[in-house]
């Protein structure tokens, strides 16, 4: 499946719409404005997308599928991840007609659409498709650090927590290598950026003993490329998560890596007991854990001051940088091109 | 399923049996002998166990699954895991004609026996059981440092790679223990764990976003003994398995943590050009990384000196206590005692 063949998305955040509460929805509107004809959300129905989000200027939100349909949508996708991963209520009613009507359905959930019988029997009626983009099939390679021999450079964002901003910081330093003139790639590793890209494996997804496999054969696949920016996952330090995130690190034995953060998170999300070690630290930290298969260094910092008013904004980034040592921004803010000459410099492009 | 309701094991190693070669056979000959009646293996067949082990005096080695039916065997447990994980060949056969006269089948293999067609149509047939023991089943909780307040205290064996010796090192220590007069649980994470204990998760085959989550789980299964010896897997630094550790580790939340390592294991397993770290570098770094979410020390450090002279075992032993300054033995050569007192000083038991 190549999910940029559909032009036309209708997104449904139910009542979540939100930066962070519907973080799937905000991406996809954010890297893909021309390919979505409406949001769907009936608690935010009637209101300017662009004041809730900051971008998807002109796309409408409405009340319902029914509102949606005269837009045309060619699929719908799910913006947000439900409690529990589950569809129910309001949200799988809406589902269930979509895919009655014939619509495809593009869902990141970890239930996942083709284990629903009532959606099987209606897509099957239909015609609709269910396209489950966190499956990852039946993926069975376990890594031999064959990244790190690749011709592509690869840069690697990571984070001290999750949900910290490295998806967009990877897409805006793809877009900022691009017009540099690099030939760069973005590579996803989870379903919001595949949703995005188009391809890619939701490494969150894969049995545990193939995780680092499956970072290694995703850089494999843009081998022929000058550069890629891989899509982080998780942080070295999060209880839940921290498997998953060094397996990305040692599978796609990064050249680079640029660490993600947020001033305001304390504590790890979802675990308030365990805090957010200082960001040195974590450097420190990721600099060694990864130099054990592939040596590299931490050479930029990406602050998410996203909700923040711009001179605290300002003062922020500056106070980062100046910590770390690093060249520091917000990449959704102020663009990543200040993060360019020490990555170039690193990967020797 | 109880495992440890099949008494009488025929243990099928095709040609492999050895104490590497197959692992899994050794660790469940080693551990429950008296539930075993016959070893299969054609190129080993009439030969003495114990002298090829170390272990298992007196259970017979035969040529096939003919020359097995007079000790009648309850399951045939699968030894080894063959080469890409499938059934094939010679192998197959044997596991086909054993479920065809109703004998079942114990497997840690990755392929799961319940999804070959021809297998569980014969055994639809026979009555025989196909018991997938690496099968986590939709295990799907995520970790949040619950562990680290169980009133259990926990051990968790690490190592400077993988097949090592950690799971035998905790079989020993957990026997150490119960000697010492605690109440103590050995804490299955891996297939053969399972095999011998009759209980667990084999976690490397969990998806990665849960398989901290099912460490936490296992954890809390034991929540109500004085101790917990939680049997560890791969390496920090191994490029295919270091996600399947770091989980480990911070899903169980160790009190103290045992080192593994075997002075002849210069290069990772399947991956020679990744080089061991020196075993202090690697303890460093795993207390540094384990006590992102948990303070924790190595206390101990087990050295597999597996058919090394007793001599040399013995210098080996001293040279790794030397240079780490930490209490050492090979605990299936000398038992596990003098790795007890560091261990119940770091726990306060």
């Known amino acids: 499946m190549d999910l940029t063949n559909y032009k036309r998305l209708a997104i449904l955040t139910a009542d979540k719409l939100g930066p962070v509460s519907s973080k799937t929805a905000a991406g996809v509107i954010r890297y893909r404005p021309q390919d979505v004809v409406a949001v769907i959300d009936w608690a935010h129905a009637g209101r300017d997308l662009h004041s809730i989000l900051g971008w998807g200027r002109g796309i409408p939100i409405?009340?319902?599928?029914?509102?949606?349909?005269?837009?045309?949508?060619?699929?719908?996708?799910?913006?947000?991840?439900?409690?529990?991963?589950?569809?129910?209520?309001?949200?799988?009613?809406?589902v269930c007609h979509a895919v009655a009507e014939g619509l495809s359905i593009i869902?990141?959930?970890?239930?996942?659409?083709?284990?629903?019988?009532?959606?099987?029997?209606?897509?099957a009626r239909s015609g609709a498709q269910l396209l489950d983009v966190r499956d990852p099939g039946n993926f069975d390679q376990v890594a031999t650090a064959k990244a790190a021999i690749l011709p592509v450079k690869r840069v690697l964002t990571v984070g001290v927590d999750c949900a910290i901003g490295k998806m967009m910081t990877s897409l805006e330093l793809t877009d900022a290598a691009r017009r540099a003139g690099l030939d760069a790639a973005f590579v996803p590793t989870g379903q919001t950026g595949i949703m995005i890209a188009g391809w890619g494996i939701s490494i969150d997804r894969v049995i545990s003993d193939f995780t680092a496999g499956a970072a290694e054969w995703l850089v494999q696949q843009v081998s022929d490329k000058q550069i890629c920016i891989i899509e982080g996952q998780g942080s070295i330090e999060h209880p839940g998560y921290s498997g998953v995130t060094l397996s990305l690190i040692h599978g796609s034995c990064p050249d680079a890596m640029i660490m993600c953060t947020r001033l305001d998170r304390i504590a790890h999300r979802h675990v308030e007991q365990c805090p957010v070690t200082d960001i040195r630290k974590q450097i420190a930290l990721c600099e060694q854990i990864a130099s054990c298969v592939h040596p590299v260094k931490v050479v930029g910092v990406s602050v998410n001051t996203a909700g923040i008013p711009e001179e605290q904004a300002r003062q922020q980034v500056e106070q980062v940088a100046r910590e770390t040592g690093l060249p520091a921004t917000d990449p959704v803010r102020y663009g990543a091109d200040v993060l360019l000459p020490a990555i170039r410099a690193a990967v020797q492009l």
Chains 1, 2 share one sequence.
């Open 107 to 123: 869902s990141g959930l970890h239930t996942m659409l083709k284990d629903d019988p009532e959606l099987v029997r209606l897509a």
């Open 62 to 94: 409405v009340a319902g599928l029914a509102e949606a349909k005269p837009l045309q949508p060619d699929a719908l996708l799910i913006g947000i991840a439900p409690m529990g991963g589950q569809l129910a209520g309001d949200f799988r009613t809406v």
